[in-house]
């Protein structure tokens, strides 16, 4: 005979230990964060915050995967024909990663 189990998941307000209504989701300086409220203290919060939103520019949405890269990366010329004329031309360069500021000013300079 198999048990059934019924697991309550209950929020605890971060602020008061009372019993939390909602997770709220905010960011400064860069960082994320989630605290736990309950419908009082997250209207506080939103009401602390709209003052200084108010006055803010959005940026980025709520979602930051698939960022797509700049227009002039994508214009000039691939890492793998600088990585192909830096090899050509006695530069040792890796196969992967970053190609150096220096490559790249003598590729700039050569074409």
């Known amino acids: 005979m198999q048990m ?3 697991v ?3 929020l605890v307000d971060d602020l008061d230990g009372s ?3 909602e997770t709220v989701s905010f960011g ?3 960082t994320s964060y989630e605290i736990d409220l309950n419908d009082k203290n997250a209207a506080k919060l939103r009401d602390v915050l709209a003052g200084y939103t108010g006055h803010a520019r959005k940026v980025g949405g709520a979602s930051r995967r698939g960022r797509k890269s700049s227009a002039a990366s994508a214009s000039g ?3 793998r024909e600088i990585r192909d004329w830096a ?3 006695g530069y040792d360069v890796p196969d992967r990663g ?3 500021a220096d490559v790249r000013q ?3 300079a050569a074409n």
Request: glycine share 4%; proline share 4%.
């Open 106 to 108: 003598a590729f700039d």
């Open 87 to 89: 090899r050509s031309n």
């Open 77 to 79: 010329p691939s890492a």
């Open 19 to 21: 019993e939390a209504t």
């Open 98 to 100: 970053r190609v150096s």
């Open 4 to 6: 059934a189990q019924k």
């Open 8 to 10: 309550h998941i209950v």
């Open 28 to 30: 400064l300086d860069g």
